[in-house]
């Protein structure tokens, strides 16, 4: 053990203070202990919680600490904490964590992560890499998740947040502050662009800086790619090198949402200043983008390659995902079922000695996979695309490798893309598909980072060598209890 972490998180209601939860950082190789302290109390949104730590692997036998609810916990009830604790010795790079239950993460229960190495591969390539240089993009809507559901569902949102301030448009929604990124002239800085948003994608630029590098990809490491605008879906990482080469003054940041904005009155933006520079709003105008990042781009900086035999349709297990929008019921499916979340976390049910997919509940939303097993997973969306598309997925507990892109209508194995979300795509004859190894035991959830979308069951889970989970993973007597506590509160505090 290098180092040892320990944080106390209280969650609050949104009205007492940031749409943005305070940033967390460590080392590599660092172990953390954070202890989440549920002191929710607005009636308007779900009072219990549970937290998930994004793109952090869990593979020491902490899928118990995971905290998507129902799948590997019971939610934390209001007055209540629950400590989570977890080490990835070779872990590094830009995560993220949030509400794991229901919509809740959109009325503001996110923040930033970061793992820092000391040994970062890339580290001749920057000057600056510290809290400043830290950027969340988030979408807020002026509704409550919970309450307004049904509306915000198929809406936009209201405003875009860049690290927790934004402006939006109607009678006084341009006379608020905005984020100012503070810059030094002739210097290199590392951008760590969140998306923790609940829907949309931003199409991010940075005005008269076109020469971008972007080095990592959802906490891998990636050959250096050369580009002037970004992509950047619910759930994703991207760090930046951005070169302070630009006469000193104020340059708009420009992040828009399904990449459309007429950024009026600094709607969607933030403010890159270089020191020396006047306290005033950018007048410089929008890059013509010529060389936007294209996902097949990206090569993992170490061990590229995709598992397994270089064929399509040789791995172990080879599944296609039917998914599928169901209008009259207003719910999405995976193989022909809805995720509903069951009253038992499947970790639970696990443990209790339910080891088949036939099993598990909810029924019909398990795919089995062994350990060792080379897994190929085709997600074709010619049934879903339209509806809320692009849908970007992620898979809990793995990294995987990007056979194919969407956009793509041919494979690479070997040096794909390497993440932990993808987007599916806009296109009905997209087939994103991704390869991972099954090397880490437990329930993994893969679903759709929208949350709108999640809520409406577009999910299912990987039950991983379900036979060495007992043996493996061992969760604390803390998380026994959670169940018990929870299943006792009056349905309105859960």
Known sequence: ????????????????????????????????????????????????????WHGILQSGGTNWADGPAFVTQCPIAPQDSFLYSFQEADQAGTFWYHSHLSTQYCDGARGPFVIYDTADPHASLYDVDDESTVITLADWYHAFAEVNYSTIVIGASDTTLINGLGRYAGDGGTAS?????SVEQGKRYRLRFINIACDPYFTVSIDGHTNLTIIEADAVNTVEVAVDSFDIFAGQRYSVILTADQDVGNYWIRAAPLGVSTFQGGIDSAILRYVGAEDEEPTTTQDTASNKLSEQSLTPLENAGAPGIHVRGSADVVHTLDMAFVGSSLSFTIDGATFTPPTVPVLTQILSGSLTAQELLPEGSFIEISQGDIVEINLPVSNVAAVGGPHPFHLHGHTFDVIRSAGSTSDNYDNPPRRDVVSTGTSSTDNVTIRFQADNPGPWFLHCHIDWHLELGFAIVFAESADQIASSVTPTDQWDSLCSTYDALDSSLQ
């Open 1 to 52: 053990m290098r180092g040892f972490q320990t944080r106390s998180f209280k969650l609050l209601t949104p009205q007492c203070g940031s749409a943005v939860g305070p940033l967390i950082t460590g080392s590599k190789g660092d172990a953390f202990q954070i202890n989440v302290v549920n002191n929710l109390d607005n009636s308007n949104m779900r009072q219990s919680t549970s937290i998930h």
């Open 177 to 181: 502050n905005l984020t100012v990124i």
